[in-house]
Each structure stands twice: as structure tokens, then as C-alpha cells.
Nanobody, 118 residues
């Protein structure tokens, strides 16, 4: 019923920026926490950021805090992850996910690839 589609991933220079959107369809995302997570080759999935339904509260993993910003445009049913000052370790497949109860997710996107050249 709910579909999440990420896009905007790219190959970027070390220290560069990228801002993938996550667009929801089939249901409004506005009443849900939204999250971004990532998975790099050879590594487990890592939670990156979360945002409250109204956008007033955000949370970040220590590894990205100060460099990444999660924000949302509920009128467009879209959540963004602004990634700045990219490091080689940021290269990963980035997923958005809708939050459910107790910190769990109920829907995931297919992911968008971010590659960092050095």
C-alpha cells in the first residue's frame, strides 16, 4: 500500500554534498516519524537520522551529526536527507523508512546509492 522511493544519490567528491529525497505514495507520511538508514559494502545497516511528524524534532547518529540534516515537506509527502562534508565512510546505499511503534519501521524504500570519490 505504501511505497517509498528514494532518488538523487550520486557519485560526489570528498567533502561534497548530496540531497536525496524520499517520496511517499499510497499514504500520507505526515503523521509518521521518518528515518534514513544506510548500508555500506561489508557492513551492517546503520541508522542515520530521524524526524518527527511535524519536523520539529530531529535525531542523528553520532557519525553524521553536524554534517547531515533531515527535513521534510509534508505538503509534498517527501523527506530529505541533506548530506554535507561527505567522507569516504559515508559511501553507502541510503534508505528511507517509515517509523512504527517502539522504534521499528514498517515500510522501506529501495535505496539510493551514494558514492564518495577521494
Amino acid at each position: 500500500e505504501v511505497q517509498l522511493v528514494e532518488s538523487g544519490g550520486d557519485m560526489v567528491q570528498l567533502g561534497g554534498s548530496v540531497r536525496p529525497p524520499c517520496v511517499g505514495s499510497g499514504s500520507t507520511l505526515s503523521t509518521y516519524d521518518m528515518n534514513w538508514a544506510r548500508q555500506a559494502p561489508g557492513k551492517g545497516r546503520e541508522w542515520v537520522a530521524a524526524i518527527a511528524p511535524g519536523g520539529g524534532s530531529t535525531y542523528y547518529a553520532d557519525s553524521v551529526k553536524g554534517r547531515f540534516t533531515i527535513w521534510r515537506d509534508n505538503a509534498k509527502n517527501t523527506v530529505y536527507l541533506q548530506m554535507n562534508s561527505l567522507k569516504p565512510e559515508d559511501a553507502a546505499l541510503y534508505y528511507c523508512a517509515r517509523g512504527a511503534a517502539a522504534g521499528e519501521y514498517d515500510y522501506w524504500g529501495q535505496g539510493t546509492q551514494v558514492t564518495v570519490s577521494s
